[in-house]
């Protein structure tokens, strides 16, 4: 069980060009997604969280018009890089927190998106 | 300020040599204290909670124990596949607009040698 899944797992664009990645909470539904993003050796950054039916909140330094993130249903939510530029390649991860459930604190992680610009 | 602090950075074992790694904390008021795994170019994989002082999980070579400063994550008999980072994850006292966010430590690189 708690199983998220993104889409693409990896993907490569040309600057200025726009990316979107897909996460789905498979077996459960999700109140809450969180967007992080990771750089070689380094741990999880936070960029946003975002709740179902209603705007995301943005971490301080991410350009909420540069990431657009909806979170249309409780086992969707899409983050879209628009014009995207060689400085945001990295690793886009998602997480995911379960409705209810037994552990309300938990959040279970997608396997991430590889983003490449160039 | 809330803060989590993992060590050692990176840790290098020979099979069978059994470790802990520390996750030590400051936080206002703990709700909860996570473990995960990460292998390269994977997201986390969910490892372990723990909520109190006290308490301890187990699953397989990998025990989590709690403190009321910090949490250690021994491992006993480590295999090759066993190679990974984990990271920990703590919940503090204020809700963030009850999005419930974590704070990261930045990861222990664990390596066995076969």
């Known amino acids: 069980g708690a199983v998220v899944s993104q889409h693409p797992s990896w993907v490569i664009c040309k600057s200025g060009t726009s990316v979107k990645i897909e996460c789905r909470s498979l077996?459960?539904?999700?109140?809450?997604m969180f967007w992080y993003r990771q750089f070689p050796k380094q741990s999880l950054m936070l960029m946003a969280t975002?709740?179902?039916?209603?705007?995301?909140?943005?971490e301080q330094g991410v350009e909420k018009d540069k990431f657009l993130i909806n979170h249309a249903s409780l086992t969707l939510s899409t983050l879209t890089v628009t014009s995207a530029h060689p400085e945001d390649s990295s690793f886009y991860i998602c997480?995911?927190?379960?409705?209810?459930?037994?552990?309300?604190?938990?959040?279970?992680f997608g396997p991430g998106t590889r983003l490449t610009v160039l | 300020e809330d803060q989590v602090t993992q060590s050692p950075e990176a840790l290098r074992l020979q099979e069978g040599e059994s470790s802990s790694l520390n996750c030590s904390y400051t936080?206002?008021?703990?709700?909860?204290l996570f473990w995960y795994r990460q292998d390269p170019g994977k997201g986390p994989e969910f490892l372990f909670t723990?909520?109190?002082?006290?308490e301890e999980k187990e699953k397989e070579r990998l025990k989590a124990t709690l403190t009321k400063k910090e949490s250690f994550l021994h491992i006993t008999a480590p295999k090759p596949e066993d190679s990974a980072t984990y990271l920990c994850?703590?919940?503090?006292?204020?809700?963030?607009?009850?999005?419930?966010?974590?704070?990261w430590g930045a990861g222990t690189k664990l390596i066995i040698k076969p």
């Open positions: 723990l909520y109190s002082a006290g």
């Open positions: 975002s709740n179902e039916g209603s705007k995301a909140t943005y």
């Open positions: 077996d459960f539904q999700a109140t809450t």
């Open positions: 997480s995911a927190r379960p409705l209810g459930g037994r552990v309300i604190y938990e959040q279970f």
């Open positions: 994850a703590v919940q503090a006292g204020r809700e963030m607009d009850s999005n419930y966010q974590l704070i």
């Open positions: 936080v206002s008021g703990l709700r909860g």
